[in-house]
């Protein structure tokens, strides 16, 4: 909702603001099309050369995100939790052999079965699977599994980023390409130089055109987005961190409850459940759990 009113402010102050002070869109407006097509062509060519095919997916629902948010809410904190002090309780009271056809097969487990939203994240699914994988197979010193799981977790986050960086390089590269296409817009205009004044101050009112998208478009569109797509993944990265935190705690020895209260203190505070709201939320698994 901000990102929209947001945008209809960037274009109704900047537009507006010119239009009171005596400007006419209509040369804009002229010039826009074939202006946009040498930009936005130029732009999109550009990215698609500097980048692969996963990133240019990534950046294509990156701007989705930029719109629809952070896909972790407040309940799917609370699910992880929950999902995590049923593993951690089932290791500590039944062993970790316990939980071996539940990682072997997290999509048939009556455990992760429970929380179908976070079972679509395949990351984190992996995740929590290799990490119980690694102390089935008797790797128990909290140090090195935590070592092991930030090298996951770096790896995750780089990959993650990489569209936002792309986007970010697109709007730091607009303005040089509006150049380029003001700079074509002046050849055609020396091209036409025995034209009378009024004509030839057309022509250059539309190369500049060229020269105010680029910019316009960079610093008011593309950049903000990837800001945008950089913060939501920052913030969607806790998520993980939470898994982390609660299977470290449990490693040393912490018993379930604490082990995710270890890990309540690790999500944003915008979507973290109060002590409370946990308690209850832990207190409505079925005793079958």
């Known amino acids: 909702m901000f990102q ?17 002070s005596g400007g006419s869109l209509a040369p804009i407006i002229h010039a826009a099309p074939h202006e946009l097509m040498a930009i936005g062509g130029a732009g999109v060519a550009s990215f698609l050369i500097a980048n692969s095919m996963t990133v240019v ?32 309780k089932t290791m ?17 487990s009556t455990i992760f079965s429970r929380y179908p939203k976070i079972m679509k994240d395949h990351f984190a699914i992996d995740f ?16 090195q599994v935590e070592d092991a799981m930030e090298k996951q977790l770096e790896k995750h986050h780089h990959e993650a980023l990489a ?4 986007i970010q390089s697109l709007a730091d590269a607009l303005p040089a390409l509006g150049i380029v296409a003001a700079v074509l817009g002046i050849i055609k205009t020396m091209g036409a130089i025995s034209e009378p004044p ?52 449990h490693l040393h020895g912490n018993a379930a409850q ?16 109060s002590f409370l709201e946990l308690e209850e939320a832990l207190s409505a698994i079925p005793n079958e759990a």
């Open 128 to 143: 929590i699977c290799d990490t119980l994988r690694m102390m089935t197979m008797n790797l128990e010193d909290p140090h």
């Open 258 to 273: 604490i082990s995710v209260e270890i890990g309540r203190g690790n999500v944003p505070s915008g979507s973290q459940p």
């Open 92 to 108: 500590k009271s039944k062993g970790v052999i316990a939980l071996e056809s539940h990682i072997e097969n997290p999509h048939d």
């Open 198 to 249: 009024e004509v030839l101050g057309e022509m250059i009112g539309s190369a500049l055109v060229g020269t105010f998208l680029g910019v316009f478009l960079a610093y008011g569109l593309v950049a903000p987005f990837a800001t945008r797509i950089n913060q939501i993944v920052e913030e969607e990265s806790a998520f993980y961190k939470i898994i982390q935190a609660v299977l470290v705690a």
């Open 163 to 166: 569209p936002a960086h792309a």
């Open 4 to 20: 929209i009113i947001g945008i209809v402010l960037l274009f109704g102050l900047v537009f507006g603001s010119f239009l009171m």
């Open 57 to 88: 997916k990534g950046a294509g629902a990156g701007m989705g995100k930029v719109f629809a948010g952070p896909k972790w809410k407040a309940s799917d904190y609370r699910d992880l939790l929950s999902l995590l002090f049923l593993l951690t």
